[in-house]
Nanobody
Framework: QVHLVESGGGLVQPGGSLRLSCAASGSRFSIHFMGWYRQVPGKQRELVATISNGGSANYADSVKGRFTISGDNANNAVYLQMNNLNPEDTAIYYC???????????????WGQGTQVTVSS
């Protein structure tokens, strides 16, 4: 099992910034890539950004130029710097990992508990 714990969410005014952090823990696993998704009640969970083990990053069009994802392979951690936030960014943000656990026969998806980001307006 891979456990993901995220932090850094909170309340911020429009135009403000937040930095989210996520760390993966567990034994005998190999992470293919990690990332961030977000979800608003009544909507599907959507991709925000992902980063591969090799450092390749992908972003949703809505956050390009404002958000930056980074990773720390040595510590199995991923970060999301969010700048110029707007009310449409309000959501629960979930840390995600695609990982192979030694005891399993195939990679699987793992999710954190989520952290609330609220941009007031």
């Amino acid at each position: 099992q891979v456990h993901l714990v995220e932090s850094g969410g909170g309340l911020v005014q429009p135009g403000g910034s937040l930095r989210l952090s996520c760390a993966a823990s567990g034994s005998r696993f190999s992470i293919h890539f990690m990332g961030w998704y977000r979800q608003v009640p009544g909507k599907q969970r959507e991709l925000v950004a992902t980063i591969s083990n090799g450092g390749s990053a992908n972003y949703a069009d809505s956050v390009k130029g404002r958000f930056t994802i980074s990773g720390d392979n040595a510590n199995n951690a991923v970060y999301l710097q969010m700048n110029n936030l707007n009310p449409e960014d309000t959501a629960i943000y979930y840390c995600y990992a695609r990982a192979f656990v030694v005891t399993n026969i195939a990679p699987d998806n793992y999710w954190g508990q989520g952290t609330q980001v609220t941009v007031s307006s």
